[in-house]
C-alpha cells in the first residue's frame, strides 16, 4: 500500500547563478539521510589506512586485542561530526547536489560545486533550510499581543 503523495510540494527557491536561474528545493529527511551516508562513506575512506595501521601495530604488541581496537575506532557518525562536515565547502556542496537534483536530475556534483560561489551561500543555505513557519507565527502572535496590551493601556 502507497500513501498518495499528489499535491505535497517541497518548498523551492529561485537562485541566479551567474547568468542562470536554478531552483533549489527544501531537503527532506531522505536528503538528510544521503548526506550522512555521503558523511559515513567519505568517513569510512579516510579511516582503512588509519585502521590497517592500528591492527599491524595491535598484532606487534601481544596484550593488545585487535578487535576491541576496532570498536573504538567504529563508531558511528556523532551529531556534532555532522554538522560540522555540513558547514565544510565540501559539505554544503553535496547539499546544495541534493538540493538541486529535485528538478534537475541530470546535474552531477561536479557541476554543482562548479556554479556555486562562496558569496552566496548563505541564500543557498536558507533555500535548502527554511525558516520554521512556528517561528513567524509565535513572532505575529507576540506582536499581536503587544500592539493590544498598548491599546487597553489608558494614554496620559
Do not use: C, W
Given at each position: 500500500?502507497?500513501?498518495?503523495?499528489?499535491?505535497?510540494?517541497?518548498?523551492?527557491?529561485?537562485?541566479?547563478?551567474?547568468?542562470?536561474?536554478?531552483?533549489?528545493?527544501?531537503?527532506?529527511?531522505?536528503?538528510?539521510?544521503?548526506?550522512?551516508?555521503?558523511?559515513?562513506?567519505k568517513?569510512?575512506?579516510?579511516?582503512?589506512?588509519?585502521?590497517?595501521?592500528?591492527?599491524?601495530?595491535?598484532?606487534?604488541?601481544?596484550?593488545?586485542?585487535?578487535?576491541?581496537?576496532?570498536?573504538?575506532?567504529d563508531?558511528?557518525?556523532?551529531?556534532?561530526?555532522?554538522?560540522?562536515?555540513?558547514?565544510?565547502?565540501?559539505?554544503?556542496?553535496?547539499?546544495?547536489?541534493?538540493?538541486?537534483?529535485?528538478?534537475?536530475?541530470?546535474?552531477?556534483?561536479?557541476?554543482?560545486?562548479?556554479?556555486?560561489?562562496?558569496?552566496?551561500?548563505?541564500?543557498?543555505?536558507?533555500?535548502?533550510?527554511?525558516?520554521?513557519?512556528?517561528?513567524?507565527?509565535?513572532t505575529?502572535?507576540?506582536?499581536?499581543?503587544?500592539?493590544?496590551?498598548?491599546?487597553?493601556?489608558?494614554?496620559?
Open positions: 500500500m502507497s500513501i498518495d503523495m499528489t499535491g505535497f510540494v517541497y518548498m523551492k527557491t529561485k537562485i541566479i547563478l551567474g547568468s542562470k536561474e536554478f531552483t533549489f528545493t527544501e531537503l527532506s529527511l531522505a536528503d538528510m539521510a544521503a548526506f550522512r551516508a555521503y558523511v559515513r562513506t568517513r569510512n575512506k579516510a579511516s582503512e589506512a588509519r585502521r590497517a595501521r592500528l591492527l599491524a601495530d595491535a598484532t606487534k604488541i601481544s596484550n593488545i586485542n585487535p578487535v576491541e581496537l576496532l570498536k573504538i575506532t563508531t558511528p557518525i556523532t551529531e556534532a561530526e555532522f554538522e560540522q562536515e555540513s558547514e565544510t565547502m565540501e559539505g554544503l556542496g553535496y547539499l546544495a547536489y541534493l538540493s538541486l537534483k529535485h528538478d534537475y536530475p541530470e546535474i552531477s556534483l561536479e557541476n554543482t560545486m562548479e556554479i556555486l560561489s562562496v558569496n552566496v551561500i548563505d541564500v543557498i543555505t536558507e533555500a535548502m533550510f527554511p525558516p520554521i513557519d512556528d517561528d513567524k507565527k509565535d505575529k502572535k507576540k506582536s499581536i499581543k503587544k500592539s493590544k496590551s498598548q491599546k487597553s493601556q489608558p494614554s496620559h
